[in-house]
């Protein structure tokens, strides 16, 4: 029996995509239609990895991703870059002037909403998956209803792109990150990006002190994001990424930050993945 991962979605979706790629060998795929499903596949062991999406360069951030890593104690092994093209697809035959409903994933219909804009008689359905939505219209033969997803999902479930590349900017890029129950194996050379989670005392300065630490010790920061802590009125805890060159300075801001921060936790370390743009994929 092959490895077997864990993805939001079913296959076809953006989730599949990712796991074509970023693994060589052949591998199982679980499905799953929420990213609570697909920790507990995880948890439960059903699957060895998961792949999850984790911020999108129109969207930003996925937070509650983030919070579902650090609930469940998951470690981010890996990443990996994909470029989303979305294309609005319905039964063959049906063109613009047929489509009543438009249903997709919000993060997709997001992605899309400039050119939604157009059709204002069209109902925007929010639904739980791109590629489900699109094998559901070909299962039961809705008429008037479109899709919206990749283009692996119009070829899996026969459906006709009446609209490509609708996504508002064409250099739009999804991150995604592998996690295991296990931490990293990667070897401390390989290693060049991290994901820490910290909680300050709430006083003035004290996120600055740490910013300050890590470009002293030559991080660069790629994101940072406070997400309230619901237990504790006003206390934020802090998401941040960081590459670096040598995994020295990196054990070096860890100490630092232990020893200023209330809570310090790393989330992973992994290999940083260079993304690819829209022009070189």
Not at 19 to 40: G, K, M, N, Q, T
Request: one cysteine or more; proline letters at 3%; charged letters at 25%.
């Amino acid at each position: 029996m092959g490895t077997k991962i864990a993805i939001q979605g079913i296959k076809g979706s953006f989730h599949h995509q990712v796991v074509r790629e970023y693994y060589d060998e052949a591998v199982d795929i679980d499905e799953c239609l929420s990213f609570e499903e697909l920790v507990d596949s995880l948890l439960s062991g059903k699957s060895d990895q998961a792949v999850m999406a984790i911020e999108n360069s129109i969207a930003g951030p996925i937070i509650p991703n983030y919070a579902l890593i650090d609930k469940n104690n998951l470690h981010i092994i890996g990443e990996h870059y994909l470029n989303i093209h979305q294309n609005l697809m319905a039964l063959k035959g049906q063109k613009m002037e047929d489509i009543l409903e438009v249903h997709s994933h919000p993060m997709a219909l997001l992605q899309c909403m400039e050119y939604l804009k157009k059709y204002p008689k069209i109902k925007i359905v929010e639904d739980k998956d791109t590629a489900e939505t699109a094998r559901r219209i070909q299962v039961n033969q809705l008429k008037g209803i479109a899709a919206i997803g990749s283009r692996v999902a119009s070829e899996m479930y026969d459906l006709e792109i009446i609209a490509p590349e609708i996504q508002t900017i064409k250099n739009n890029m999804t991150r995604f990150v592998i996690i295991n129950k296990e931490n990293s194996f990667v070897a401390e050379k390989d290693i060049n990006r991290a994901s820490i989670k910290f909680e300050l005392d709430h006083k003035r300065g004290s996120l600055a002190a740490v910013l300050n630490v890590m470009s002293d010790c030559k991080m660069n920061l790629t994101k940072i994001q406070s997400l309230p802590k619901i237990e504790t009125p006003w206390k934020y805890s802090f998401f941040v990424d960081v590459t670096f060159e040598d995994y020295a300075a990196f054990a070096k801001t860890k100490a630092l930050i232990t020893i200023m921060a209330e809570y310090f936790k790393v989330l992973g370390e992994y290999k940083n993945t260079k993304p690819l743009t829209a022009n070189n994929k």
